[in-house]
């Protein structure tokens, strides 16, 4: 069964120093995702890509989060200066059709800790 | 605003017996619902889904029915198994347009022995 791919698991950073989080969406699918969620907490909406631009974005994508698809297979997430806020699971999400017809496929996420 | 939210944080059930998982929802124009399951340390695994027009559907050992006088939808588990153990969210797509899922904060079942 297809697999969406997150890397790294988890991944460690300073306050204050970018991270990228990265994913292989499914091969066939063409709408893209960022969730996150804090420990205990439930899954946030942060970013949908569409046709190499975003297309929906919550509040908590501000200016410090951005998004690249820079090789047709690789879909990325970028903090630019982490927080301590910012610790969270962050999954990547990918769907064949706008409307989710199909539902999302979810990746396992990556662990991100900021210290 | 919208808010899709769950009445029980935590269910525990014995092993062969059946559960019932509950969520309302507050946008009345949501169209789309989702059961997903998530296990510790991955992802949301997609289980079943509704559409508006629709109040009950079916699938292997999980039933979901949408109340939407109510706003309510349920997912019902049959002879629950002891991997059906794991976090449980609703999550609602709202308007054809929007592609954002918004989830409910997750009810934890376990089940026991």
């Known amino acids: 069964e297809p697999e969406v791919t997150q890397t790294p698991s988890h991944q460690v950073t300073q306050m204050g120093q970018e991270v990228i989080l990265r994913c292989v969406p499914i091969?066939?699918?063409?709408?893209f995702y960022w969730y996150r969620q804090i420990l205990g907490q439930k899954v946030e909406f942060l970013v949908s890509?569409?046709?190499?631009?975003?297309?929906?974005k919550s509040e908590i994508f501000d200016d410090q989060f951005s998004v690249e698809r820079p090789d047709g297979s690789n879909f990325t997430l970028k903090i630019r200066s982490t927080k301590l806020e910012d610790s969270a699971m962050y999954f990547c999400a990918s769907s064949r059709l706008r409307t989710g017809n199909y539902g999302y496929t979810f990746g396992s996420g990556t662990r991100l800790t900021v210290v | 605003g919208e808010s899709v939210g769950l009445h029980l944080p935590t269910l525990s059930v014995q092993e062969g017996d059946n559960s019932i998982i509950n969520c309302a929802y507050s946008n009345s124009a949501s169209d789309y619902f989702i059961w997903y399951k998530q296990e510790s340390g991955k992802g949301p695994q997609f289980i079943i889904d509704?559409?508006?027009?629709?109040d009950k559907r079916q699938g292997q050992r999980v039933t979901v029915l949408l109340n939407k006088t109510v706003k309510h939808l349920s997912l019902q588990i049959a002879a629950t198994q002891p991997g059906d153990s794991a976090v449980y969210f609703c999550a609602e797509l709202g308007n054809f347009g929007n592609e954002k899922l918004t989830f409910g904060t997750g009810t934890r079942l376990t089940i026991i022995p």
């Open positions: 890509f569409y046709n190499n631009e975003i297309s929906e």
């Open positions: 509704i559409r508006s027009n629709m």
């Open positions: 091969s066939n699918h063409l709408y």
